[in-house]
Nanobody
Framework: QVQLVESGGGLVQAGGSLRLSCAASGRTGSRHTMGWFRQAPGKEREFVAAITWSGDRNYYAGSVQGRFTISRDNAKTTVYLQMNSLKPEDTAVYFC????????WGQGTQVTVSS
C-alpha cells in the first residue's frame, strides 16, 4: 500500500500563486509516476500534471502549461505543484496520484481562486 498526503491548498486572488505538496509513504519504489488531477464542482476529474520517478519527463494539461510546474524530491518521495498566474477556473479540489501496477489517490486539497 501507498499513502499520499497533500498539503498547500487555500484561497488566493487571481494572478496569485500556490504550491501544493504530496508526500508518499508506505511501499513506495521506483518505476512509478506521480502527479495531480483536479475536480471542479459539477465537473469530471481532469488531468493536471505528472512527473516520472526519474524526473526526466513532465506532462501538463494544455490549460496549465506555462503556468504550473511539477517537480519532485525523490529523497522524500514528495511531489510539488507550483501554480502561478492562477485563474478562477483553476478552482477545484486537487488530488495527488501515484501510479505503478495500480493507482493510489490522496484525499484532495481545496484550491480556490477568487476574481
Amino acid at each position: 500500500q501507498v499513502q499520499l498526503v497533500e498539503s498547500g491548498g487555500g484561497l488566493v486572488q487571481a494572478g496569485g500563486s500556490l504550491r501544493l505538496s504530496c508526500a508518499a509513504s508506505g511501499r513506495t519504489g521506483s518505476r512509478h509516476t506521480m502527479g495531480w488531477f483536479r475536480q471542479a464542482p459539477g465537473k469530471e476529474r481532469e488531468f493536471v500534471a505528472a512527473i516520472t520517478w526519474s524526473g526526466d519527463r513532465n506532462y501538463y494539461a494544455g490549460s496549465v502549461q506555462g503556468r504550473f510546474t511539477i517537480s519532485r524530491d525523490n529523497a522524500k518521495t514528495t511531489v510539488y505543484l507550483q501554480m502561478n498566474s492562477l485563474k478562477p477556473e483553476d478552482t477545484a479540489v486537487y488530488f495527488c496520484f501515484y501510479t505503478t501496477s495500480r493507482n493510489y489517490w490522496g484525499q484532495g486539497t481545496q484550491v480556490t481562486v477568487s476574481s
